[in-house]
C-alpha cells in the first residue's frame, strides 16, 4: 500500500510498511524508512503500490497535494491544428503535448498521459471501444483519481455509452473533446479540457462529456455519458442531454462545479470492467419508402440485433412488418427507438404499435437510437436468453432510461 | 367563367354570360339571369366554372365574405378519438368530420373537404406523395384560395417536404397534424386547425407546416416545410424549424399571424407541378460499426441516388470509402448529410472530408437529411446528367438550404 500523509505542512509519500504501533512507517522513495506518529499525522491518499500516479522522483512539478488524473488521447479536433497552408485540420498533439499546451491543466491535478489512437472520430468502432475500456479500467485500479479521455466529438457521444456499459467506475470517466482547434481564437480545448479535469478531480463516479455550455466561454456543461448527442456540426455548445438534465456544469475560469442532479458517487457501485460487445447489431432508420428487404439482408447476414429508428412513438410502415416477424422468428433481437431523439417511445397508442409489439419488437424507452443500439450490442455479448435480453433493455442499468422523460430533457 | 359580385350590400354568384356591354349578365344558381351595371359593382373573386369553391345552393351557411378553402384528410391523431375500452387510438373521422367537430373553423373561411388517404403517416410513401400533389394542384388550379391537409404527425415533415419540391404554389398549403386526439382534454386539434386554416387564408405562398409552438395553447408556429422536423415523440409542440427561423406565428385564439422572415407571395412563382420522384433512392445513417456492405446491397439493388447521414461535419469511417467510390463509379449520387441534424455539413475542413469530396460525394449543405432525401428523389426524376444533378443538390430550390445557418436556427 502506498500512502501520501501530511504531518504538519510537510507531505510524506512512500510505501506503508507492516505493523501495528503508535507509529507508521513509510518506505521513502529514496529507501530510507520513516516514522510518524499515528496521531499526528493526516492520510492524504492510498492506493496500490504499483499505482500509475506514483510519481516518479526525476518528475519535477509533481504536487501531491493535487490529484493524480490519467489524461488518455485518442486523437480528434482537441489534439489538432490547422495547416494554414490548406485550411485544413489535422490531428498532431498527443496527449503530453496537449498538457503543455495547456498549462492551466497542471494547476487542477498531476497527469499521467497516455496516447491510445490518434484518429478522427468517425474511424471509432467497437473493437476500440473495448480496448479503450480496457485500458480505462486497468489506470483505475492502478489507482488514477480520474481519468480524462480527448477524443474526436463526432462519435464521442458513441463511446461514452460504450465506456458507461463496460466500465463500472469508482472514479470519474470524463470525455472531452472540441470543437475548434487550439490554434484558432475561437478554440475551446483550453476551456474544455480545463473544465473536463476539474469533473475528473470529483465525486462524479460515472462516465460523462463535459463540453462548452453556451456559446461564451462561461461554463461547461457535465453530460451523462449514456444521455448525450452532438446535436450541431460546428457550434461549440453542440453536445446536448437529451431526454435528461445535465449532471451538472463547471463554470469557466473559476472552474467552480455545480451539481443539476442526481450522480453516482464512490462506492455506489461496486467497480467491474464488463468488456465486450456483440457486433453483429445495426442500426437502422425507417422513413416512408425505405426498402424493407435492408431488414432481411442483416438476417441473412447473421445480425444478432437490430436497432430501428422509428417515426414518432416508435412506427414503421406495415411494409416492414413481414421482415421484422422473420428477423425476431430467427431469434433476432428488434428493438424500437424513435428519429425524434427527443421523447418516450410507446408502442401501446397506436395500431401500428401494438402491431409491433405482437411482432415481438421491444420498446427502447427513452434511449437515444445510437445508445440503444450499443447497450444492445453489450447485452447480446453478455446474455442468450431472449427474455432476458428483451428484460435487460427495458431495465436502466447505467442511467440510459428515465423515469420520467417529460419533467426533463432541455428539449 | 363564374363569378362573385357584390353590388352595394348585396351578393351575387353565378356564371358571367358573355356579350360586352355596360351590363354583366349573371346566370344565377336559380336559373334566372341578372343584368348589373358594371360601374356599379364589384367584383370580388372569379374562377373556373366548375370551381372547387363553388358553394352548392343546397350548402346553408356559406359565406360569401370568406375565403374558399379545400381541407384535403389523409388520416393520423387530427382524425383519430381514443377507444376507451382499449385506451388505444385509431382513425375515424373524414374530413367533413373534422369540420363539424371544429365549428369555429366556420368562421375563418368556406371549406370543401375530401378524404385522400384514411391512414396512420408512418404508411405513407412516395406514390402517395406524388397523388397528394396532384389532388393539391388539382384544386389551387379550380380556385381554392388555401389548402389545409391533415395529416399524421409522424411523417409530416417528409410530406411537407414532398409537396414543396412538387407544387409551387400561389396559395397557401398548410400541412397540421395532432399530437393528442380530439377526444382528449389535451388535445391540440381545435387549436392547430384554427391556425392553420388561418394560415391557408394568408398571403404565405408556400407549404408550410402549423403546430402547436409551446407546451400552452397559446400559439402555433408557421413552419417552412423543408425546414420541420417533428423533434419530440408525444410533446405538443413536437416540431422544431431546423436551420432556420419559423416563417411566424400565428396567437391563439385570436389567431393573429405575426410573421417572423421572408416568405414567397402570390405571385412569386409561377404556380406548376412537377410530380415525379425516383423511388430508388435510400437514406443511410453512419455510426460506428455501420457495415459498409449496406452500400453495395443498394448498389446490387440498381439504385440511383444515396443519402448519408454521416457524423459531424459529414463524415464516415474510412471503411466506408471503397463502397462509396463503387457507387460513385457506377453513377450512383451520394449526398451527405449530417446527423447532428443542426448545422451545416462541410467536407473541406478534416481529412475525413476532403476524402469524401474526392470520391465525388455532395455536400448536401444545411439540408435535413430526410430533406435531402426527397429532394434527391425529385431531382433524379428529372434529371439524369451527373453535373448537373449534383449543381441541384447544392443549390437552393424552395427554401431547404438557407444561406447563413449560424444565425438562425432555433438551436
Not at 117 to 126: C, P, W
Not at 194 to 214: F, L, N, Q, R, Y
Not at 352 to 367: A, H, N, P
Request: net charge negative; aromatic share 8%; glycine share 8%.
Amino acid at each position: 500500500m502506498r500512502v501520501r500523509i501530511a504531518r504538519g505542512k510537510r507531505i510524506y509519500e512512500g510505501i506503508l510498511m507492516p505493523g501495528v504501533t503508535d507509529h507508521l512507517v513509510i518506505k521513502l522513495d529514496n529507501g530510507y524508512n520513516i516514522g510518524l506518529k499515528r496521531d499526528k499525522v493526516e492520510i492524504l491518499a492510498s492506493w496500490e503500490e504499483k499505482g500509475v500516479n506514483r510519481p516518479p522522483d526525476e518528475k519535477p512539478g509533481y504536487d501531491p497535494s493535487l490529484p493524480d488524473l490519467v489524461i488518455l488521447s485518442t486523437g480528434g479536433t482537441i489534439a489538432c491544428r490547422v495547416d494554414y497552408r490548406t485550411g485544413a485540420v489535422t490531428s498532431q498533439f498527443t496527449a503530453d503535448e496537449i498538457l503543455k499546451a495547456i498549462p492551466e491543466l497542471k494547476e487542477i491535478a498531476n497527469f499521467e498521459a497516455e496516447v491510445v489512437y490518434n484518429i478522427l472520430s468517425e474511424n471509432m468502432r467497437a473493437s476500440y471501444w473495448i480496448e479503450l475500456a480496457r485500458k480505462t479500467f486497468d489506470k483505475i485500479k492502478k489507482g488514477a483519481d480520474g481519468i480524462v479521455i480527448t477524443h474526436g466529438t463526432d462519435t464521442l457521444g458513441f463511446t461514452a455509452a460504450a465506456l458507461a456499459f463496460m466500465v463500472r467506475t469508482p472514479v470519474p470517466i470524463v470525455l472531452v473533446g472540441s470543437q475548434r482547434s487550439a490554434d484558432r481564437p475561437s478554440s475551446d480545448s483550453t476551456m474544455n479540457a480545463c473544465c473536463a479535469a476539474k469533473v475528473a478531480t470529483s465525486d462524479i463516479a460515472e462516465v460523462v462529456c463535459v463540453m462548452h455550455g453556451s456559446t461564451s466561454d462561461d461554463f461547461c456543461l457535465i453530460h451523462r455519458g449514456v444521455k448525450v448527442r452532438k446535436m450541431h456540426t460546428s457550434r461549440r455548445d453542440a453536445f446536448r442531454s437529451i431526454n435528461a438534465n445535465p449532471i451538472g456544469r463547471v463554470s469557466y475560469p473559476d472552474l467552480r462545479i455545480e451539481i443539476c442532479g442526481p450522480h453516482l458517487k464512490p462506492g455506489d457501485v461496486e467497480p467491474a470492467l464488463y468488456d465486450g460487445l456483440e457486433q453483429r447489431c445495426a442500426l437502422v432508420k425507417y422513413y416512408p419508402g425505405a426498402d424493407p428487404e435492408i431488414l432481411d439482408f442483416y438476417r441473412e447476414k447473421g445480425y444478432r440485433g437490430i436497432v430501428i429508428e422509428g417515426t414518432g412513438l416508435g412506427h414503421t410502415s406495415k411494409l416492414w412488418f413481414d421482415p421484422i416477424k422473420r428477423l425476431v422468428d430467427e431469434g433476432v433481437v428488434v428493438v424500437m427507438t424513435s428519429q425524434c431523439l427527443y421523447g418516450r417511445v410507446c408502442d401501446r397508442v397506436y395500431d401500428t404499435g401494438r402491431d409491433l409489439l405482437k411482432l415481438g419488437v421491444i420498446e427502447g424507452e427513452d434511449m437515444l437510437p445510437e445508445v440503444a443500439l450499443i447497450k444492445l450490442m453489450w447485452v447480446l455479448n453478455r446474455e442468450d436468453d431472449p427474455e432476458k435480453v428483451s428484460q435487460l433493455m427495458k431495465t436502466n442499468l447505467v442511467g440510459e432510461i428515465t423515469d420520467s422523460t417529460d419533467i426533463f430533457g432541455g428539449f
